[in-house]
């Protein structure tokens, strides 16, 4: 009974180790050194060939223990175990869960609890459950829709169940009252459904002696289970493309729907619902009107027909052999599709592949497009503090106001495409050698062009608004100084920053007169202006203070009159008597007493003048009379 005791604690470390407990766990649950435990563990690792129970004494029978479990790791779903030896279940029946009771050492002591010192249980009878204790426990969590699994990890680590998994497994099922449902196949019609994978391809020696690995791309009709099978090295978005192209042109069509995984090169978001694809692919499906649909994460069997395609090809066409070039390994692979897979009838359908597909789907596939899909580069990039994005080496103009974000790029041979993030197109430039700069004016800032970039005929535009004379004095200079004098045109056009239109005339103006040319000359005449010239007023017609023009005319007019005729008077005089000589006369009378005191004449008595008035009268006045004129 000892050997069998000992057997048991071994069987019972190990489904605790199974079950993810730590070695010092495991000696704490079950009262055993630790280097007991690890050499348990130990020896399930180096020795490959399974356990068997010692025999026991003369005449009884040999105890015989369950198959132990490959080790698996925490989470991970538990492998059936296999039954019991002598319970009669041959090899092909499915592999099923220990039953929870039993008369012998079959159950496993994981489903008893731990075995005490004497042999018996610990945790009651053997006819029932473990889980038993946990009942209420188990069904909380179950309300929770907790698993099997996750169940069996709560109970470890909270209530220190020592049980195994399965005893578990099926107290949850006998409380659930159901069964997992069995797997749903699909079929599709024919033309409807293609399949597309990748898997590893078969080794390539280079020219230096060296191995490279290989991808092979593979596409499966869905209804025929007709394949295409290329070759390549990288999994990139145009290798994807080409691969898809080629296979529908071996096809002689395209169908409706094409099933990928969640590939980085063809899926930007993966999401069962609304799936992002690359905007390359949604070109390509517009181009040959067809619809790609990724699979859910992590769900194979959303594509199992290409799934077990892959296999076929690694496992029959590519298994064992080498190629000396990227292109043999094409040609023995359409040469393999041709005369092997086609001519095979297959194991699920049972039918011949090659004949499905000619006299069924390839009728119903759609049309192929005579031109191909434009293959070109796209990705991502970065708009630079300069405006420009960086494609190939090369550098290109973007809009200004897309300084700093992210826009999509597409380039062939010839053109660069810029687009936003919503695939509307910013820019279009041709393709340029590395290291050139590929600049619109458009795409410049107005801030940052400056009145040089302009030209002349722009700075002379702006000059006509200030006046006719700095216009004269600008065409002049440019006549004068030649393409220098472009810079002078700004100087003059910043001017006016500061300075009003007509001191800006009247410096040009002076400026122009002395044939001065030089921007200094202006701020000079700016800075000193000359003195103001007195601007001529004009005579008021009319005013109540002032008589009218025509009063003044009239007195003009008399007085030239009077004039004429005290002349003509005075030459009558003349004639008939004789004059005078008033000057004479008065010398004669001048003369000196002893003491030397002067008399005075008549000299100093002034004579009446002919034609002036008589005092008292206003010669202002029309009306008045001279002396010579007693009228």
């Known amino acids: 009974m000892a050997n069998v005791l000992k057997m048991a604690m071994n069987q019972a470390i190990l489904q605790l180790h199974f079950a993810g407990m730590s070695g010092r766990a495991i000696a704490r649950q079950l009262g055993v050194d630790r280097g007991t435990v690890s050499n348990v563990i130990k020896s399930l690792h180096s020795a490959p060939k399974p356990a068997k ?9 040999p105890a015989t223990l369950e198959a132990l479990p490959a080790p698996t790791l925490m989470g991970a779903p538990q492998p059936a175990e296999a039954p019991c ?13 220990p039953p929870g009771s039993g008369n012998g050492i079959c159950a496993t002591i994981a489903t008893t609890g ?22 209420e426990v188990i069904e909380g969590k179950i309300q929770q829709e907790l698993s099997a699994q996750r169940i069996f990890q709560d109970l470890i680590e909270e209530q220190h169940y020592t049980g195994s998994y399965y005893s578990v497994r099926r107290f949850v099922l006998k409380l659930t009252g159901h069964a997992a449902l069995p797997m749903r196949r699909m079929e599709c019609a ?12 078969a080794p390539v020696l280079q020219a230096d002696g060296r191995w490279r690995r290989t991808h092979v791309f593979r596409v499966v009709l869905s209804h025929s289970r007709k394949g295409y099978s290329e070759a390549c090295y990288r999994q990139t978005t145009e290798e994807f493309l080409r691969c898809l192209e080629n296979a529908f042109r071996s096809f002689g069509g395209v169908p409706r729907t094409v099933v990928i995984d969640n590939l980085r090169a063809a899926v930007t978001h993966p999401d069962w619902y609304d799936p992002e694809l690359t905007p390359k692919l949604r070109d390509f499906c517009a181009h040959y009107a067809t619809t790609i649909l990724p699979t859910k994460s992590y769900t194979p069997r959303h594509k199992g027909k290409i799934e077990r395609g892959i296999g076929y090809v690694k496992g029959n066409a590519l298994k064992g052999r080498t190629f000396s070039s990227l292109e043999e390994q094409n040609q023995h692979l359409e040469h393999w599709e041709r005369t092997v897979a086609d001519t095979r009838i297959h194991g699920t359908t049972r039918q011949h592949v090659g004949q499905v597909f000619e006299e069924a789907e390839r009728p119903a596939l759609g049309s192929l497009r005579v031109e191909p899909f434009a293959l070109f580069h ?6 630079h503090r300069d405006g420009h994005v960086e494609v190939a080496k090369a550098y290109y103009s973007v ?20 687009f936003n993030m919503k695939m509307t197109q910013i820019a279009v430039h041709v393709r340029h050698d590395p290291g050139r ?20 005929k722009w700075l002379m535009s702006k000059i006509n608004g200030i006046g006719l004379h700095a216009t004269a004095w600008a065409e002049a200079m440019l006549c004068a100084r030649g393409i220098e004098g472009t810079r002078v045109l700004m100087g003059l056009v910043a001017l006016t920053r500061h300075h009003s239109s007509v001191a800006l005339e009247m410096a040009c103006k002076t400026a122009l007169s002395s044939r001065e040319f030089r921007l200094r000359s202006l701020r ?3 800075a000193h202006p000359a003195e103001k010239i007195q601007q001529e007023l004009t005579f008021l017609d009319e005013h109540p203070l002032i008589r009218p023009l025509d009063d003044y005319a009239r007195i003009v007019a008399d007085a030239l009159a009077r004039k004429c005729e005290v002349e003509a008077s005075a030459s009558d005089r003349e004639m008939r008597f004789e004059r005078h000589d008033w000057a004479n006369e008065c010398a004669a009378q001048e003369r000196e007493d002893p003491d030397g005191h002067r008399h005075q004449g008549l000299r100093d008595i002034h004579p009446p003048r002919s034609g002036y008035p008589s005092s008292g009268c206003s010669p202002a006045e029309p009306e008045s009379v001279s002396p010579d004129n007693p009228e």
């Open 524 to 526: 000079g005449l700016l």
């Open 378 to 383: 796209e990705a991502q990039r970065q708009v």
């Open 53 to 61: 129970a010692p025999s026991g004494s003369e005449g009884s029978k």
């Open 190 to 201: 024919p033309g409807f459904e293609a399949q597309v994978d990748y898997g590893t391809g």
């Open 399 to 418: 809009p200004p106001e897309h300084l700093g974000r992210t826009v999509w790029v597409r380039w062939d041979a010839r053109i660069v495409r810029v």
């Open 85 to 97: 030896e002598g319970s009669g279940e041959s090899d092909s029946k499915p592999a099923k869960a």
């Open 114 to 135: 731990p075995m005490t010192s004497t042999g018996s249980q610990a945790n009651g009878s053997s006819g029932r459950s473990s889980c038993e204790p946990f009942r």
């Open 437 to 456: 700069f590929s600049t619109q004016t458009d795409h410049i800032a107005r801030e940052k062009i400056q009145g040089v970039e302009r030209g002349a």
